[in-house]
C-alpha cells in the first residue's frame, strides 16, 4: 500500500510540473512570440529557456506578494 501511495504521489507531481510548463510555455508564445520563433528557428534553446524561467519567476514572485 505504500508503495502505491509513494507512486502516485510522484505521478502528481510530476504531473504537476510538467502543467505548470506547458501553461508557462504557452503564455511565453503568446507574450513573446519573436523569442520563440527565433530560438525554434535556430534550434537553440537558451533564450527560451531564459525567457521561461522569467515567466516563472514572475510568476512565483506574484503568487509571493499576494500572499
Known sequence: ????R???SL????LAIATTLAV????LLLTE???VADAVARGD?????????GVLA???RGLLDYL
Not at 1 to 4: E, Q, R
Not at 11 to 14: F, N, S, T, W
Not at 24 to 27: K, P, R
Open 45 to 53: 534553446v537558451s533564450p527560451l529557456v531564459s525567457a521561461l524561467a
Open 33 to 35: 512570440p519573436v523569442t
Open 6 to 8: 509513494t507512486t502516485l
Open 11 to 14: 505521478a502528481g507531481v510530476v
Open 24 to 27: 508557462a510555455t504557452l503564455w
Open 58 to 60: 514572475s510568476a512565483v
Open 1 to 4: 500500500m505504500n508503495l502505491a
